[in-house]
């Protein structure tokens, strides 16, 4: 299992949140997987909430670390 913020690439030093190409290039660190499951989430006011990758990858920076 791999778990990674996501959206906007940014790296802040003690963290990076990963975009499309840096989280394909870590599944391939994992010898090309025969299958990946992908599920993405947006931390919502009543909690975190399953989203859609198009609209997980396109949130404003300030809301992707949530």
């Known amino acids: 299992m791999l778990t990674v913020p996501y959206?906007?690439?940014?790296?802040l030093g003690f963290l990076q949140q990963f975009d499309r190409e840096l989280l394909a290039r870590a599944i391939d660190a994992f010898d090309r997987p025969k299958s990946v499951d992908e599920t993405y989430y947006r931390y919502m006011p009543g909690g975190w909430q399953v989203a859609h990758k198009i609209g997980a990858r396109n949130l404003p920076d300030q809301g992707t670390l949530g």
């Open 7 to 11: 959206g906007k690439y940014m790296n």
